[in-house]
């Protein structure tokens, strides 16, 4: 099985940017669709981005849309989140979760069908 780990969080200004990344090992990363949620106090876990296992595929949730950007780099191993524009509203624990199929298309923003995930970074942005 595929073991993820996130890293790339940390404390920014609204308006400001941050990177996420989601190193992998223990499968084969590029047979693996991609998906970036975050959980913040209180709420359920929150589908943000999905990419298929080769990266031609990329959709966001409409709270993020135009403000963040998925990317997978296969040769690596690694998959990326780059976040703008960021607001207080994102301030939440990212995890980065994979699952077994070239597509996310039927797993969607789902989190039950996610296979595996790391254990989260978190982000916080101040006003």
């Known amino acids: 099985q595929i073991q993820l780990m996130e890293s790339g969080g940390g404390s920014v200004q609204a308006g400001g940017s941050l990177r996420l990344s989601c190193t992998t090992s223990?499968?084969?990363?590029?047979?693996?669709?991609m998906a970036w949620f975050r959980q913040r106090p209180g709420k359920e876990r929150e589908g943000l981005a999905r990419i298929s296992a080769g990266g031609g595929v990329a959709k966001y949730a409409d709270s993020v849309m135009g403000r963040f950007t998925i990317f997978r780099d296969n040769a690596d191993d690694t998959l990326y989140l780059q976040m703008n524009s960021l607001k207080p509203e994102d301030t939440a624990m990212y995890y980065c979760a994979a699952r077994d199929s070239l597509m996310c298309q039927t797993a969607s923003f789902t989190p039950a069908m996610y296979t595996s995930w790391g254990q989260g970074t978190q982000v916080t942005i101040s006003s």
């Open positions: 223990g499968d084969i990363f590029s047979r693996h669709c």
